[in-house]
């Protein structure tokens, strides 16, 4: 038999994206959907990228070269200044988006069979890449009735083995919403460092936050060997379908070895690269501006759910979701009845079911990720929608 | 000792792109190289694709679909049916270039410690993304005094062992110009259907062929189920930086395994998919035209080579590279002496070293790659400069 490799077997369908034959079918048939599933924003990109598109002048599109065009990488050192961190070139290699970064780190960092501790519920694609690389991820699971709070250091302590290689920290979080503490990230580094593990810390959503300023975990001295940064411009800008993303290091030794794999894919995009040089020189107007409007929509958002009977939310503080748990025994089946059975006025809402979102099995069944991906208008009469669609689930 | 991990320290830095330290600070002195060791195409892209980016008028940049955008999709079978190649959609997933397309079809039929046959020198990317999926490739050589013919199927079968998932059939390849024949493809055919082995068929080159007409192994109706096609608009479109390519396989099984990989890194730039609808539709003109320009390159290129004293070459017949077999002891060292010792009127050459190109140790030492990515006045100028540069390193 001619057979594909049990790495990929393995691999389930994307949560987010698995109900998209049936959503299709529903729409052909007139049904209006909500969209609160993916997390791709509805916000315009910047204008600097979309004039920087626009103006690529050359009649020629070269690969980049592995380490990033110059200018942009440069733009990249300009951008992180922003934040009292200061770069050279060499600490940095553009990604094809945040999610190669996720990639290239696990690659740079451990073998088959090793190690690396994650906090669940996590970003799916870490799971992904963890099966088709040969990692093992080793989660601490954190609950949203105690507002995903970490556990005592010592928890977390017990999950360090031998072949444990590094610890994934997402900051703001997705799904989750949380953003880590000075306290909390200082306690991480510390255990990092006394145990010889790389911090992959994954800051995607940097500038998405409702409470306090903006942060990277490079701002940390003590970090400066073990920290390795992923980052993105998809969600800051508001365009995911530029792939771009970058990863940041101080040790040197990571970095050589995030170029080497860098360079057996050639590089990142070459027009894009060009494109964003303008707003990572001067992104704080458009960044402050995005997260004010998703703070909003948070509360919208959070407020629906909270009065809702029966549902229980924690509270997030950055990036663009809100987890709940929903009193029903199997949110993919409700899922599935807002997608095939449930109509108001031939319109339905889509959420993201939580369970994939877990690396152990059988939690987050009755749980679910709100993505707030719509503007405040259509936000509220989504959250309407939803509220009803779930009396009628809870009915039946 | 926080460690990298021992799949990347395994890896060997680019041999193309080793030396640009070294030729940049040449350059800083005002030294002029003619760059014939990176497969960067110096012809302009296709208008069709630099208009296509100008006109992007949305104004946000999504995510595009894991299995792409439908309307480059169904360009792509548009595309695929001037070959006489029928496909669905589901027969086809758009990968970020041709490289992506390697690591992803590597995943998805070989597990650790799985081998996959290649035939040496190779492209390099199948080396090092080899190395950090943990597979093994297994190599059967050929030889530039043979022109790289393949040895009897006998031999090729000898390689086969339980542990084989598949044969690699670059074609036209990178970096020999080997162009693959009709018997030799429905040899490797029978032999994988009698093994159970899939096809990894690279025809990133597909139309820059000297001899007869472009085609596709998919036109065999016996590699059905074996084949899956890496493909790619780099080098056809003359637009790296644009990282777009394709894999393609009626293998339902396979297609699965791809897009379910593709889910994980979300999607391929959603720009370029669609600047490159129109081109895909009317690739014709574009790809003859410029077949025909590197053809007459290859003939200067390989006339020049021919007559200089004890160097030996192949003739290819296809793509745009020259394989060289030089009079020297060892190209590296050869190649050094381009960048910081020889000029000619301030002038000189770069051109890659084959070493790295092998997987058997030990191997092409004293062998070049030539690209010839430069027009027909420069490229006459540049063998001069060679000629002479080989003359004066083998006097020392």
Redesign the interface.
Known sequence: ?????????K????PI?KF?PMVRAAEKKGVKFFKLN?G??????PKE??QG??K?GN????????PGISKHVQAWLKYYALFGIKLKEENIVPT??G??GI?LAM??????G?EIIVFEPLY??YK??AA???VKLAPITLRVENNFKLPAIQEIAKKINKKT?ALVVISPDNPTGKVWSNQELKNIIKLARKN???IIADETYREIVFEGKPKSILIFPAVR??ALVIDSLSKRF??????LGALVSY?Q??M??IL??A??????????QLATVAILKNSKKYTSKIANEYKQRRDIVNDALKKMPGVLVSQPVGAFYQVAKLPVKNAEDFIKFLITEFRHKNKSVLVAPLEDFYVTRGLGRNEIRVAYVLNIKELKEAMEIFKKGLERYLKK
Chains 1, 2 share one sequence.
């Open positions: 038999m001619l057979n594909t490799s049990k790495r990929v077997n691999l389930i369908a994307s994206r998209l993916v791709d924003p509805d916000i315009f990109a990228i979309l598109i626009k690529y009649k020629n599109i070269p690969y980049a070269p592995s094809i988006g999610a190669e990639l690659m740079a960092v451990a073998d088959v090793e799916t694609s992904g890449f088709v690389c040969n290689r010889n593990l790389f060997n073990n508001s365009a995911p379908g530029i792939r040790n030794k990571v050589r070895a080497k794999i360079m057996i894919r050639l590089s990142a995009p070459t027009i894009e």
